[in-house]
């Protein structure tokens, strides 16, 4: 029985071993359990998960398990703001989906029935062909943002009928997803260094050791040093949803090697363009928004400047005020990325497009100019690269 | 031998479990959780709670996972030689037992705490793997094997500054301590001032849960700092009814630099209360 709910874990991705599984069994065989669930949850959970992001998913899996409860994965689904998938609704459809919407009785309609399926729909539900499923791609697809998942508030209820603590799912929050396979990136990113010896003396200085012990006549006399420590400052712009959507993944990895490796590191995220705002935390992006000038001014020169995103936008988001496709921007997105690159000597844009398909794209182009050749694709050698240039203006990327 | 938290501490029902299934199965027990949640107090209330000595391992940034074990001075030795010291016959002089020697040689089973293991080097728990899991390493300057007498209770705590590597993550059991729900938070403030009065510890509470709920608050308040509040407004001699004027728009917490420590959350509160009134 234990074996199947360790299989289940095991094939839902979370990293549970196999010398895991045996500390559970010795545990059980050891009576530190009263024979009670409740106690069981609690001593599985110690035992096999080791990451708090991995909680939530422990408790979902468990519940699901040991009740048969169904596995809840629309959740983040069901708490998209209404009015935002209405407004740009219509941005995103086809003129066959909205001929489609007009079938169905008009927005209004459509947004009711959608609010009906979800209440009924208790299991979980991918690439279904109902038409859910289709309209879910679209304006959904585009809305899925980022990786936490967008959770705003919202009226839905959150079916919750069961009480049982693991059923509380309270480490929700902590769930994000994880790193995976980002040696090679930290390799990469390790090679940005500067290295000052700084604090506490705590190294032998050998030469300077001979050189006093020989004047003080064979004396011993010790000469320390500080330690070299790489004191790199990276400041990190990340763009986020819309067409990054579909390079998540690396840019998460990214993201995490950068946090792993850096330790004044900074990262704000921004949407298409850097504009007056930018936010550090997706979920909360509109009321926590901070003024790209507090940025500006906090951070100084020092910082080398990363910025992530495809650079894929329409040409006005860059050139026209109010070209943002999220607001009314009083200045183009031209000043804002020109008053970033004045600040910051050392700047890089990484793009996670394949090179092949950046001259198709003509705000890549507008955006390669404006960096000077410092946009570098995101894969490990075009990282080599960039982290090359951050160290060195003159390095640019050639491509062909 | 079962830890059930003392009467300092209101240890939650997950909690207690995972203690006493490290300690049944002799494994290390990794704490983690918001900071000011009382992870570095399990260690010294296990201790107390089971009446054992407690080893504590600070780690620094520069703490290298060889100190815990020992350190060989050799720079003393080679000075010591110059010097015509008879010491240097004997090797011992210049070892240097670390934390987790000691508990190792301790003549009872001893709780040791690894305190904040994530401000080390990223190979730091990785240089402990053999160490934590066998409890036993080779001394190479005595040619000799140190293996623990009485295995001890290991606790370590991590703020999460750096991620852990996974082979030393499965060799322990992992507690996550989460905020505390408001009846356990009552319990604790109750087993650290028994003695005030109900209605003052019901009006401090909601002050502090409506900080916390505040948007954009970038360093919640926790446990302790709520601990040291209160002790603030008893010092303070603050009555339950004055509490009650708190609203955070006409008139601030009293004290709240004991709450709210970062200078950000401080404006933040100064702007919301300006925007109120306008």
């Keep these: 029985m234990f074996l199947d709910f360790f299989l289940l874990l095991k094939n839902d991705g979370l990293p549970v071993t196999i010398k895991e599984y045996l500390t559970l069994l010795e545990a059980l065989d050891r009576d530190v359990v009263e024979y009670n669930v409740d ?13 708090e992001q991995h909680l939530d998913r422990f408790d979902q899996l468990f519940g699901f398990f040991f009740r048969g409860i169904e596995l809840i994965d629309n959740e983040e689904f069901m708490q998209i703001p209404e009015e935002w998938v209405r407004k740009n609704f219509e941005n995103y459809l086809t003129e066959e989906e909205k001929e489609m919407i007009k079938n169905m009785g008009g927005l209004d309609d459509l947004m009711k029935r959608l609010k009906e399926l979800m209440e009924k729909q208790k299991n979980r539900h991918q690439g ?9 791609t679209s304006p959904y697809g585009a809305y899925g943002y980022n990786p936490a998942g967008v959770r705003i508030g919202q009226d839905g209820s959150r079916h919750r009928r069961a009480v049982k603590v693991w059923d509380k799912r309270e480490f929700q929050d902590l769930d994000d ?28 200085d050998l030469d300077r050791t001979i050189e006093k012990t020989s004047k003080n006549a064979g004396f011993l006399d010790l000469e320390m040093v500080p330690s070299k420590t790489n004191n790199v400052k990276v400041l990190m712009f990340f763009d986020i949803g819309g067409s990054m959507d579909d390079h998540i993944d690396l840019c998460s990895r990214l993201f995490s090697a950068a946090k792993y490796e850096f330790k004044h590191l900074e990262f704000y995220y921004f949407h298409n363009c850097i504009y007056e705002r930018v936010w550090k935390n997706n979920v909360r992006r509109f009321q ?34 109010n070209g943002s496709v999220e607001h009314n921007n009083d200045e183009p997105g031209f000043t804002w990325l020109q008053r970033v690159k004045e600040q910051y000597p050392y700047l890089i844009w990484l793009n996670p497009v394949p090179v092949e398909d950046w001259r198709y794209t003509q705000s890549i182009d507008m955006l390669r100019e404006f960096t000077e050749d410092r946009m570098f694709p995101l894969t490990l050698s075009g990282l ?4 090359r240039a951050l160290k060195d203006n003159k390095q640019k990327f050639e491509n062909n | 031998m079962k830890f059930e938290g003392t009467e300092n501490y209101i240890s939650t029902r997950d909690l207690t479990m995972a203690v006493n299934a490290a300690i049944t199965l002799q494994k290390p027990l990794l704490v983690k959780g918001e900071p000011g949640t009382g992870k570095t107090m399990l260690a010294f209330e296990v201790a107390k709670a089971l009446d054992k000595k407690i080893l504590t391992w600070h780690i620094k940034s520069s703490t290298e996972a060889q100190q815990g074990l020992y350190e060989y001075d050799a720079v003393a030795r080679l000075r010591d030689s110059q010097l015509g010291d008879d010491r240097i016959n004997d090797i011992s002089h210049y070892i240097k037992k670390g934390k987790l020697w000691e508990a190792f040689e301790s003549a009872e089973q001893v709780v040791l705490l690894i305190d904040e293991i994530d401000k080390a080097d990223i190979e730091f728990p990785n240089d402990l793997l053999l160490e934590l899991d066998r409890m036993q390493f080779y001394c190479y300057e005595l040619r000799k094997e140190v293996n623990a007498r009485y295995r001890p209770i290991v606790i370590i705590t991590s703020n999460n500054e750096k991620e852990l590597p996974d082979a030393f993550l499965r060799r322990c059991f992992f507690h996550y301590i989460s905020f505390p729900d408001r009846d356990t938070l009552k319990q604790i403030v109750n087993v650290h001032y028994p003695k005030l009065e109900e209605k003052l510890i019901d009006k401090a509470m909601k002050v502090f849960y409506t900080l916390r709920d505040i948007d954009g608050i970038k360093k919640k308040p926790s446990t302790s700092e709520l601990l040291d509040w209160i002790k603030l407004l008893t010092v303070g001699k603050i009555t339950a009814d004055e509490l009650d004027e708190v609203d ?31």
């Design chain 1, 39 to 51: 106690d069981f949850y609690y001593l599985s959970r110690s035992v096999l998960i080791k990451h």
């Design chain 1, 128 to 136: 279904g062909s109902t038409w859910i499923g289709t309209a879910g």
């Design chain 1, 177 to 204: 997803s994880v790193e995976l396979n980002t040696r090679n990136m930290k390799m990469a990113l390790r090679r940005l260094r500067v290295l000052t010896r700084e604090g506490t003396k705590e190294e032998l």
């Design chain 1, 288 to 321: 926590e928004a901070i003024p790209t000038f507090e940025v500006l001014h906090k951070y100084n020169n020092d910082y080398k400047c990363i910025i992530v995103g495809d650079a894929s936008m329409s040409p006005w988001e860059l050139l026209y005020k």
């Design chain 1, 384 to 387: 080599f690269k960039g982290i």
């Design chain 2, 248 to 278: 955070f728009t006409e008139k601030l917490p009293p004290y709240s630099g004991s709450l709210l420590k970062s200078e950000q959350d401080h404006e933040l509160l100064e702007y919301l209360k300006y925007r109120v009134r306008r």
